[in-house]
């Protein structure tokens, strides 16, 4: 089993930052690919940017080039988010799957990540 924390949410004006952290604890038999999904009041969840143990990174278009994805040496994930708009306002989530079976993290959707957090809110106003 797999257990995330997220922290660092808040809130910022547009154009501001905040950077997303996600403490992974716990053990399985294989590696874990981890991602950031987020989800605003009436929409569906949106997986956000994802990275794989061997540092690969997918990101969804929206937040390409303002985004950064990474891995610390504790295994810790952190999402580095500059240029904020108004439309990055969600409730960010933390997620994490098997790397096994070719699975990857690049496959952004809720079905491909067997782990969660309880999620951090992000709010930024224009």
């Known amino acids: 089993q797999v257990q995330l924390m997220e922290s660092g949410g808040g809130s910022v004006q547009a154009g501001g930052s905040l950077r997303l952290s996600c403490a992974a604890s716990?053990?399985?038999?294989?590696?874990?690919?981890t991602g950031w999904f987020r989800q605003a009041p009436g929409k569906e969840r949106e997986g956000v940017a994802g990275?794989?143990?061997?540092?690969?990174t997918s990101y969804t278009d929206s937040v390409k080039g303002r985004f950064t994805i990474s891995l610390d040496n504790a295994g810790n994930t952190h999402l580095q988010m500059n240029n904020l708009r108004a439309e990055d306002t969600a409730m960010y989530y933390c997620?994490?799957?098997?790397?096994?079976?070719?699975?990857?993290?690049?496959?952004?959707?809720?079905?491909?990540?067997?782990?969660w957090g309880q999620g951090t809110q992000v709010t930024v106003s224009s």
């Open positions: 997620a994490a799957g098997l790397w096994i079976l070719g699975r990857r993290a690049a496959d952004l959707t809720p079905a491909n990540f067997r782990y």
């Open positions: 990275i794989d143990p061997d540092g690969t």
């Open positions: 716990g053990s399985t038999f294989s590696k874990i690919y």
